[in-house]
Each structure stands twice: as C-alpha cells, then as structure tokens.
C-alpha cells in the first residue's frame, strides 16, 4: 500500500513538474510576443511621424511654398505658383488628410524643365502630380517654353 500511494505522489509530482514547466514556456512565449509588439508599435510610430513630418499643416504651407521657389532659382527656371482651392479638401479615400490644389507656371528651356520636375519629385512633401502641359514658343527645343503643372498637395 505504501509503494502503490508513493508512486501515486511521485506521478503527481513528475505531472505537476511538467505542467509548471508548460506554463513557464507559455509566459516565456508570451513575453516575447510583448516585445515584438513594443518593437513593432515603436517602428509604427517612427513611420507616422516620418510621413506626417511631410505633410504640412494647412494655416503653415510657408515652407513648402519656399521649398518651391528655391527648387526654380536651382534650376534655372521661373516659376509662379498658386493654391486652386481656398480651403483643404477632404481626401477622396477618407483618409485624416486632406489636399489643397496647386498651379504651378514655369518658363525656361527644356532641359530645365526636366531638372525642375526631377527637383520637385525629391521635395520632402506628399504631392501629387495631375496633370503636366508644355508649351514651346519657339519650339520645344527653343530657349522660350513654358509648362503647367497641376497637382494637389497632401496636408494635415
């Protein structure tokens, strides 16, 4: 009797041990899941900001409107810029962001123009571009032409 209830503790006790060491798996488990997710909310975060860091808030387009004017004396072009809308529009898509329509009216030569588009592609803005026209007064290959660029800018 006393081997047959010893034994019977002893299973407890193995069954017991091995239930603890499952549940120690599970929390180790479980721990680092939490991490991963810190990590992942924190890379989120970063990410957010890095892309609201490029939209500017719509009473503060100065900068954008300076960034623009610096891009054309850099390349070589004259520019005249102005909002289409008076107000932020919401997006279509029913993102928190909104748009402000743009013109922008450029005179130089060809070879500028396309410097002036590969600048405004690295601006650090969302922008969109709708529509691009050029115009040649003396020819595309002229030293006269003109282009319109129409777009929206992406702001907060």
């Known amino acids: 009797v006393v081997i047959i209830v010893s034994t ?4 407890r006790g193995v069954h017991g041990v091995e239930e603890r060491r499952a549940l120690q798996q599970k929390l180790y488990s479980r721990f680092a899941s939490m991490a991963r997710l810190s990590h992942d909310v924190t890379e989120g975060r970063a990410a957010l900001a890095t892309v609201d860091a490029r939209i500017p808030k719509d009473d503060n387009l100065l900068p954008f409107l300076q960034a623009l004017e610096k891009q054309a004396k850099e390349t070589q072009n004259a520019a005249t810029f102005r909002f289409t809308d008076r107000t932020a529009m919401p997006m279509p898509d029913g993102s928190p962001y909104r748009f402000i ?3 922008i009216a450029v005179s130089g030569d060809i070879r500028s123009f396309f410097r002036y588009l590969d600048a405004f592609a690295k601006l650090p803005y969302l922008v969109t571009i709708e529509s691009v026209a050029l115009e040649g007064v003396d020819g595309l290959s002229g030293t006269r032409s003109a282009m319109q660029i129409k777009g929206r800018l992406i702001v907060q």
């Open 101 to 103: 329509g743009y013109a």
């Open 8 to 11: 019977i503790f002893i299973r």
